[in-house]
């Protein structure tokens, strides 16, 4: 798909009835060939440009072809930033300082320091230092043509805010890191000591700022630290008590607004998940039903983005309590749009139908279901330790389903594919169990076997000893049944 069918495939209703009154701003046949190209784009979500070509210029010659396409991209860009340009003060603010360069090509200096006033006072308002840092040198320019503007003022006031902004770069760069981490992984991969060191280290020394306790942003910022923080650290018991307080104190100093709408839609999501990780799970689906009503708000401004997150929690919440209702959630969401815009996610939802269908005793379905993750390209570019944890499941499942055979041989495929994560300390489990799984196939009795049972007890006994978050399968719940069911 390329740049232009890219950009009306993701129009609203709105937007498109927009740029229709855009385009049509001035007098002009109803033939025009840039309207018929945005019709041709939005029937068709995967265009034939030869037969494009041929009704638009009755010929072949595409030059005139990609010079429309180019010259349509514009016009969709400028009515989108006419469109949207009043829904966020970072883009009003924007709009602003092009006023001001506009008036000071024109060399109306008195009109740009005006209108460069008005930037200042709302970059202060919504703090931000980024757009603050360009004003300011604007005001040092200035000063040079107007005698009213005192340059060493702004100076000082670069300097200070330049303080600011490098300790938001540095919260950023630090929460970026951690982030990604987080995404490639998705939770299933080994702590890393330099990265916890470094979170916290961050941390504190802006925990300890005065700039950072009185300014919003600031605090908005350090609570993303401190939540990255405790979720590297896997301290849900804490992370709970401090997402419920934080949320308490923001909610109540009437701190969220449609700047940080995104932030409070994030601050929702990770109440729900902790609930969830600490066994709360009416009181995470309570939560889960707040981050919903708070999609909506602000004509439902970024609900495409969070409404993934928010079936995430349900599913999560029903894989325990009602594995059928997950499923049919896990269902849905192959279905929405926003999945489809963002294949990642794909990978949750077969791995998590995989489980909850191993959940439900029906096997076929669950290794159905794993296979179509492997073939997914958000799978082959997963962390090796989420791959190794999904082998390890697919182990499980295909022992379940008696094809002992091939086990033994993806067994061996195993071994030489993930012997990095098979010598980790941290996966030991996995490797006895597989090595135990193995054993039992070639001894007479199998898991009935005295010596497996009792090196079945042994293995639960050191599950049991560690967390199970980290395990697609529950390890420790399935050698339990193995033992029972002998």
């Known amino acids: 798909m390329d740049l232009l069918s890219q950009i009306v495939g993701g129009l609203s209703k ?84 092009q006023v001001v360069r506009i008036y000071l090509a024109k060399s109306q200096h008195n009109l740009a320091l005006y ?87 961050i941390t504190g020394q802006f925990s300890e700022d005065p700039a950072t306790r009185n300014s919003s942003r600031f605090r908005f910022k350090l609570y993303s630290l401190v939540s990255q923080l405790m979720l590297q650290k896997k ?30 839609l994030q601050m929702l999501t990770y109440i729900v998940n902790t609930l969830f990780k600490n066994g709360k799970m009416q009181e995470s689906l309570r939560f889960a039903g707040m981050l919903k009503n708070a999609m909506q708000e602000f004509n439902k401004l970024l609900y495409d983005k969070y409404e993934i997150f928010y079936y995430n929690a349900l599913v999560n919440n029903y894989s325990v309590i009602d594995v059928n209702k997950a499923i049919e959630l896990l269902k849905e969401m192959q279905e929405l749009d926003n ?58 499942i295909r022992y379940e389903l008696g094809d002992l055979e091939f086990w033994k041989y993806r067994y061996e495929q195993i071994l030489k594919e993930f012997k990095p994560q098979l010598e980790k300390e941290n996966n030991t489990a996995e490797r006895r169990m597989l090595k135990l799984v193995s054993s039992s196939i070639d001894i007479n009795n199998g898991m009935r076997s005295r010596e497996v049972r009792e090196e079945i007890h042994e293995l639960i006994e050191l599950l049991e000893s560690q967390t199970e978050e980290d395990e697609i399968i529950k390890y420790s719940r399935w050698l339990k049944e193995k033992i029972h069911a002998v």
């Open 14 to 97: 709105e937007e498109v009835r927009f740029f229709k009154i855009f385009a049509h701003r001035q007098e002009s046949s109803d033939a025009r060939k840039d309207i018929k190209l945005f019709d041709f784009m939005r029937k068709q979500k995967d265009p034939d440009e030869d037969k494009i070509v041929q009704q638009l210029y009755g010929k072949t010659d595409k030059n005139a072809y990609y010079r429309l396409k180019n010259r349509l991209v514009d016009d969709i860009n400028t009515a989108m930033v006419l469109q949207h340009q009043s829904d966020d003060e970072s883009l009003q603010l924007m709009r602003l300082l």
């Open 115 to 201: 209108f460069l006033k008005k930037a200042e006072q709302k970059a202060r308002k919504i703090e931000h230092h980024e757009l603050l840092d360009i004003i300011y040198g604007e005001f040092i320019q200035l000063s040079h043509t107007l005698l009213n503007i005192n340059p060493e003022e702004y100076i000082e006031l670069r300097k200070s805010n330049s303080e600011d902004l490098s300790r938001l770069r540095q919260m950023d760069d630090m929460l970026a890191v951690v982030s990604y981490r987080l995404k490639v992984t998705q939770n299933f991969g080994a702590r890393e000591t330099s990265l916890l060191e470094l979170l916290e280290q």
């Open 235 to 264: 301290d849900y018991q804490n992370l709970e008590a401090y997402l419920l307080r934080t949320w308490e104190d923001f909610s109540r100093e009437k701190l969220f607004t449609r700047n940080n709408h995104d932030t409070k």
């Open 339 to 396: 999945v489809k815009k963002l294949p990642f996610y794909e990978l949750f939802i077969y791995i998590n139908l995989a489980t909850s269908y191993f959940d439900i005793k029906n096997f076929n379905q669950a290794i159905k279901n794993l296979n179509r993750a492997y073939l997914l390209d958000s799978y082959a570019k997963a962390d090796a330790a989420l791959k190794f944890k999904i082998a390890v499941a697919e182990m499980i």
